[in-house]
Nanobody, 125 residues
Framework: QVHLVESGGGLVQAGGSLRLSCAAS????????MAWFRQAPGKEREFVAA????????YYADSVKGRFIISRDNAKNTVYLQMNSLKPEDTAAYYC??????????????????WGQGTQVTVSS
């Protein structure tokens, strides 16, 4: 069974940085695309960023492009999200997920059967 554990969230001032981690277990994810999503209170979950299985391709939502960087370490079955120049509108619970994907942009529209517990990011103004 797939198990995803997100960590690294916290409270940060606007303009600050955080680095999120997502450790995946239950099977090998080395051939899966991985992605980050977020959900703010009262809003639907939205796509943030995706990375190909090799790490060679990345794709970002327009709202985070140029500020966030997604990366992965296949040896550790872990995906990261470096978040810089944080804004109050980045406040949300952040989640990761994984799936086979030839086109990593399609991760933005995938239906995932299960999610981890997420990690809360709060950006104060």
């Amino acid at each position: 069974q797939v198990h995803l554990v997100e960590s690294g969230g916290g409270l940060v001032q606007a303009g600050g940085s955080l680095r999120l981690s997502c450790a995946a277990s239950g099977r090998s994810f080395s051939r899966d695309a991985m992605a980050w999503f977020r959900q703010a209170p009262g809003k639907e979950r939205e796509f943030v960023a995706a990375i190909s299985w090799s790490g060679g391709s990345t794709y970002y939502a327009d709202s985070v492009k140029g500020r966030f960087i997604i990366s992965r370490d296949n040896a550790k079955n872990t995906v990261y999200l470096q978040m810089n120049s944080l804004k109050p509108e980045d406040t949300a619970a952040y989640y990761c997920n994984a799936d086979k994907a030839f086109d990593i942009a399609s991760m933005a529209y995938r239906h995932f059967g299960s999610w981890g517990q997420g990690t809360q990011v709060t950006v104060s103004s």
